[in-house]
C-alpha cells in the first residue's frame, strides 16, 4: 500500500541555520508533491508544490527537492526564524488500485527554531 | 478574501447522538475534502467532491458517517450514532480543481464524544 514516512522526531535548530526536512514514500508514482505547514489547534497551510518533472523549486526562504527515483523529497528553510517552529506535512496526490482518488499526508516533523 | 470556514468550532456530543459539522468552501472552488486528524496523528483522508461528480467515499470509516454538498459549495458531514472513537479534530478544505493540488483548509472542528 501507498506509504509516506517524515521523521516523527522533532528537529531542533538555531535561529539562523537551514532546516532540512525528509520526506520518503513507497508504492507511490505521484504526478506531485506538496509541503503544509501546519501550527497548533489550525487547519494546514499550503506552501509548495512540485511536479514529477521538476527538480527544485523555490519560493522565498524555502526550497523543495523531489527525487522521483529515490522516492524522497527535501524541503528546505534558509535563515530560519522562531516563527517557523511548527509541524510540516508532506502530501502526496495519487490514485488507488482501483482508480480511487486518495490525497494522502504524512504525519509531519515538529520542527522547533530556537532564538 | 474568505478563506474556508467551518462551523461549530467545537462539539461535545454524547456517546450515540448524531452530529452534523459543516464546511463552507472558497467560492468558485469546485473540489471539496473531508479529513481527520486524532491527536498526533497524520490526516485521515474521508472523501472528497469533485463538481457535481458523486463523491468518493472510500475513505469513510464506516456506514456511520455521510456526506453531502449541496449546490456544489456547503458541505456537511454526518456521523450517526458518535462513539468515543470518532473524537478527533475534522478538517475540510477546497481547491480550485480536482487536479490542481494545493488545497485550502479551513480550521477544523473539534469533535469530542463523551
Known amino acids: 500500500s501507498q506509504k509516506i514516512e517524515q521523521n516523527s522526531e522533532a528537529l531542533n535548530i538555531q535561529e539562523g541555520k537551514t532546516a532540512t526536512l525528509t520526506c520518503n514514500y513507497t508504492n507511490y508514482s505521484p504526478a506531485y508533491l506538496q509541503w503544509y505547514r501546519q501550527d497548533p489547534g489550525r487547519g494546514p497551510v499550503f506552501l509548495l508544490l512540485i511536479r514529477e518533472n521538476e527538480k527544485e523549486k523555490r519560493k522565498e526562504r524555502l526550497k523543495v527537492t523531489f527525487d522521483t527515483t529515490l522516492k524522497q523529497s527535501l524541503f528546505h528553510i534558509t535563515a530560519s526564524q522562531p516563527a517557523d517552529s511548527a509541524t510540516y506535512l508532506c502530501?502526496?496526490?495519487?490514485?488507488?488500485?482501483?482508480?480511487?482518488?486518495?490525497?494522502?499526508f504524512g504525519r509531519g516533523t515538529s520542527l522547533i527554531v530556537h532564538p | 478574501g474568505a478563506g474556508v470556514s467551518q462551523s461549530p468550532s467545537n462539539k461535545v456530543t454524547e456517546k450515540g447522538k448524531d452530529v452534523e459539522l459543516r464546511c463552507d468552501p472558497i467560492s468558485g472552488h469546485t473540489a471539496l475534502y473531508w479529513y481527520r486528524q486524532s491527536l498526533g496523528q497524520g490526516l485521515e483522508f474521508l472523501i472528497y467532491?469533485?463538481?457535481?461528480?458523486?463523491?468518493?467515499k472510500s475513505g469513510l470509516p464506516s456506514d456511520r458517517f455521510s456526506a453531502e454538498r449541496t449546490g456544489g459549495s456547503v458541505s456537511t458531514l454526518t456521523i450517526q450514532r458518535t462513539q468515543q472513537e470518532d473524537s478527533a479534530v475534522y478538517l475540510c478544505a477546497s481547491s480550485p480543481g480536482l487536479t490542481t493540488g494545493e488545497q485550502y483548509f479551513g480550521p477544523g472542528t473539534r469533535l469530542t464524544v463523551t
Open positions: 502530501a502526496l496526490d495519487g490514485f488507488s488500485s482501483g482508480g480511487s482518488y486518495i490525497p494522502t
Open positions: 467532491f469533485q463538481g457535481n461528480s458523486a463523491p468518493d
